[in-house]
């Protein structure tokens, strides 16, 4: 009896094992033929985003410590490079000015001392000539020709000191230059920070903010891999592609996204801890102003 129990209980195992060997192929089967019907699904592009910003920002500082006699900025304006910004109060330096230059101009002195010089050189003539006659007296031949020296040394003296009158002007020039605040880019103000009459310090010597919009940066941080192969693929000398597509997005629903063309400008040297992440900085062309700064930026890699 239990032989025949047992003979029943093989026999029913057999078709139960086969069925679910078959139900576990067809599990196999109904996922081989998901992936195959989606073979991208594991490969979609990934988006990077980031925002663009001036390839440049000066906040342009006063060089001394003065009271502000004059603005000229403005912000939203454009200026060029050297453009004057501000003015700082030169009125104490303007007279020291008009003195030096008084000085470096005053030839009178030197002209004096040259007839001056040229009168005892006139004299000590005539007294050599007596005493090489043997009618002059040499101590007084010693004394004509100690005075002639010391005149001319006299003229030099001058000379000398009107060179050092003229340097003294371009110092007081060059520290009232200090005084003009300009603009060291080509660019637009984005911030004025002093008005007439205030006070700038050392401590806070910040006057306005310039920036300069004909180029604009993007800052991505992208993975490893993928900072890897953008720069193999900048330094293949057969290609040399170090451009990126990327896209604006519209923050408007009837305006389309603007697609562009960015020049990859540094990748960075390190991977940062952190976020694993390397970054990666884009250039965008802008010289017709078309791009504004600060909007979203994205560019899609896989």
Same mark, same amino acid.
């Given at each position: ?21 078959? +139900?576990?192929?067809?599990? +196999? ?8 019907? &989606? ?10 985003? /980031? ?8 906040? +342009? ?29 030169? &009125? ?16 009178? !002195? ?19 000539? =007596? ?10 031949? !010693? ?7 010391? $005149? ?10 009107? !060179?050092?009158?003229? =340097? ?18 080509? /660019? ?14 050392? &401590? ?30 900048? $330094? ?7 451009? =990126? ?23 960075? $040297? %390190? ?10 900085? %884009? ?5 017709? /102003? ?13």
């Amino acid at each position: 009896m239990s032989q025949q129990t047992s003979q029943q209980s093989q026999s029913s195992f057999v078709p139960r094992t086969i069925a679910m060997l078959a +139900v576990c192929v067809a599990c +196999v089967s109904a996922i081989g033929a998901t992936r195959s019907e &989606n073979p991208t699904r594991s490969r979609q592009p990934m988006q990077y985003e /980031g925002f663009t910003e001036p390839i440049r920002k000066i906040r +342009v500082a006063g060089s001394e410590s003065a009271r502000i006699s004059e603005v000229m900025a403005e912000r939203g304006a454009s200026v060029r490079q050297g453009e004057t910004l501000m003015l700082l109060d030169s &009125n104490v330096l303007n007279a020291s000015r008009r003195i030096a230059k008084a000085r470096a101009e005053n030839s009178s !002195r030197i002209e004096a001392l040259r007839v001056e010089a040229e009168m005892k050189e006139v004299r000590l003539a005539k007294l050599q000539k =007596l005493y090489d006659s043997g009618a002059g007296s040499p101590e007084e031949t !010693r004394r004509a020709k100690a005075d002639a020296r010391v $005149a001319q040394l006299n003229v030099q003296s001058a000379i000398e000191d009107q !060179r050092l009158a003229e =340097l003294e002007l371009a110092e007081i020039e060059a520290r009232i230059e200090q005084r003009r605040v300009c603009s060291p880019i080509t /660019g637009v103000i984005t911030e004025v920070l002093k008005e007439t009459g205030e006070y700038v310090s050392l &401590n806070e010597p910040q006057v306005a903010t310039v920036v300069q919009l004909d180029s604009l940066r993007v800052t991505f941080f992208v993975p490893t891999g993928l900072a890897r192969r953008l720069a193999d693929r900048s $330094a293949d000398q057969a290609t040399a592609d170090q451009t =990126l597509q990327l896209v604006i997005p519209s923050d408007l629903p009837h305006e389309e996204s603007q697609q562009l063309i960015g020049q990859i400008e540094y990748i960075g $040297a %390190v991977t940062e801890a952190d976020s694993g992440r390397v970054r990666l900085d %884009v250039l965008i062309e802008n010289r017709d /102003g078309r791009y504004r700064s600060g909007v979203r930026c994205v560019f899609a890699a896989q």
